[in-house]
């Protein structure tokens, strides 16, 4: 968890309370990634941290915790690399639906981590808020990214958190064996072009506003003629 993604009223960790809880962060990824959800033990996570299972639950309340917490920190690492190395190409939309599918692919690289980890975001409760809310800004953070965009518009804002919860359902249905790896990328292509609408719509409520202006302006112009043509006659 980065300074920025913690809770204001959270004080920073010390170096080695954060050394301390990549440990735990690590133990976690490195069980669900090889018996997933039901695997992660917390007594087991401490053991593997070299922690007091009283420091883990000090950290971490409940498995749920600790594994949307274990998300956050791969979407981290995610978040790295592809700043590092961006997705090609001129197309917003087209940048997007390809950085969702290396991520995609990345998880698909560790199937029970990352069903581990969307269970616990499944079974997630109002108690583990303020973690989800992080990956979803996490999530969101990816996209805009791709897309090139700093300043979202509301609209622009309403297409990503659509493109996020079908990113989300194609994860499920893919770890449940429900869809095949192709038909995860053509929903999300599918999903991602709502970015051209987004940025069409824009351009055309523009067009609209100044047509609007334009007619404005010639009928106020007219207004002012009639009065003196009036008079003339």
Known sequence: MTAEDRPASSPPLTERQEARRRRILHASAELAGRGGFDAVQMREVAEAAGVALGTLYRYFPSKVHLLVATMQD???????????????????????????????????????????????LTFADRSVSP??????????????????????????????????????SALITWLSGR?????????????????DLTARGGAAGTSAEAGARAE???GAGSATEAPQGAGRG
């Open 74 to 120: 791969q979407l981290q690492r995610m978040h790295g690399t592809l700043r590092r190395r961006p997705p090609a190409g001129e197309d917003p939309a087209g940048r997007v639906a390809a950085t969702l599918m290396r991520a995609f692919r990345a998880l698909q690289r560790e199937p029970q981590l990352a069903d581990a980890m969307v269970r616990a």
């Open 216 to 218: 404005s302006r010639a």
């Open 131 to 168: 973690e989800v809310d992080t990956v979803s800004r996490l999530t969101t953070a990816i996209i805009l990214d791709a897309m090139g965009t700093e300043q979202p518009t509301p609209e622009q804002l309403s297409a990503v958190r659509v493109i996020e919860h079908t990113w989300h």
């Open 179 to 195: 869809a095949s790896i192709a038909q995860v990328k053509i929903d999300i292509e599918m999903a991602c072009r709502l970015i």
